[in-house]
């Protein structure tokens, strides 16, 4: 098992850069981790990492090494997922990314339900507003806000979620309400947006008489954290484009207005996606069915003002 632990940690090395982003993940110090690396050349008798002062990059040995060594951890997976599936007690530890603020309302509150009901599951949460790259970051389950275009992910369909553009009534007294679309471009309104490097939505698309159709809007800031910009819109910095149930709080205590409602935001969609060969983990699957139920039921909580 020492080698296999090895092997573990070599392969989450090369996939997050770091010794320390490695050792948090498997939630062993950097020492650990740096100790295992060099059992693991000692054993091969190859160098598999060129070290600098901020990353390590694989080696061409360390390159090699990695395609073979993942697909060794892959099938360790799948066996131990079929020995689950006939024992019928789903075990082991499943990563999970979400949306800061979806995460938080929605996915991080269910996991200790979660891991009461199926106690030999551990649940490793990650949260942030950023594209995190699944395969890459050995990700086993990812909940989105928004269009997926990966082919090589399956796709779990949760709701879709109605989206408004809302502004606090101090901000609306200030520059005025917009009375149609075309007013929000230019430099007549603020508008907040979510953004961070690989992001692609810079646009706002309404739902207008003649169909779906694009306004690229404008602000004087923007931010990567979807709860900041909710913030600013409180403190009647500008106009923001939310799913409804992340501001539907605000909107009942008047803190927020919802404008353009005859011209909405087209809605989101809300999943669950994950790798191809992930579905046929026991544990995987019943994390897919516990949230997905579980995040309806909450939104709709929500938005009936439960």
């Known amino acids: 098992m020492a080698y296999l632990d090895n092997i573990a940690v070599f392969v989450r090395v090369v996939e997050l850069g770091n010794l320390s982003a490695a050792g948090r993940d498997m939630r062993i110090s950097p020492a650990v981790a740096s100790n295992r690396i060099k059992e693991l050349e000692k054993h091969l008798g190859v160098r598999l990492f060129n070290r600098t002062t901020r990353q390590l990059m694989p080696t061409e040995h360390g390159t090699v090494f990695y395609s073979g060594a993942k697909q060794v951890l892959e099938a360790i997976t799948e066996a131990e997922a079929a020995v689950s599936a006939l024992s019928g007690q789903p075990r082991g530890t499943i990563r999970v990314t979400a949306p800061l603020g979806l995460g ?42 928004g269009i997926i275009e990966d082919s090589s992910l399956r796709m779990r369909g949760i709701m879709e979620c109605e989206r408004v553009l809302v502004a606090a009534p101090k901000y609306l007294e200030a520059r005025g309400e917009p009375a149609e679309p075309q007013e929000l471009i230019g430099k007549k309104h603020d508008c907040l947006m979510l953004r961070y490097s690989g992001a692609r939505e810079y646009v706002w698309t309404l739902q207008t008489p003649t169909g779906p159709q694009k306004f690229e809007v404008h602000g004087p800031y923007d931010t990567d954290d979807g709860d900041v910009l909710t913030g600013w819109a409180l403190s009647g910095r500008g106009i923001i484009n939310k799913p409804r149930f992340e501001v539907e709080p605000f909107i009942r205590d008047r803190r927020l207005q919802v404008i353009l409602a005859n011209t909405p935001p087209t809605p989101v969609q809300f999943a669950a996606v994950y790798p191809h060969k992930k579905l046929q983990d026991p544990k995987v699957r019943l994390l897919l069915d516990f949230m997905a139920e579980r995040c309806q039921r909450l939104i709709k909580d929500i938005l009936a003002g439960k």
């Open 104 to 145: 938080r309302r929605l996915v991080a509150s269910g996991i200790p339900d979660f891991h009461d009901k199926y106690p030999d599951i551990e649940v490793r949460l990650r949260l942030s507003d950023h594209n995190v790259d699944i395969m890459k970051e050995g990700i086993d389950v990812a909940f989105r806000l």
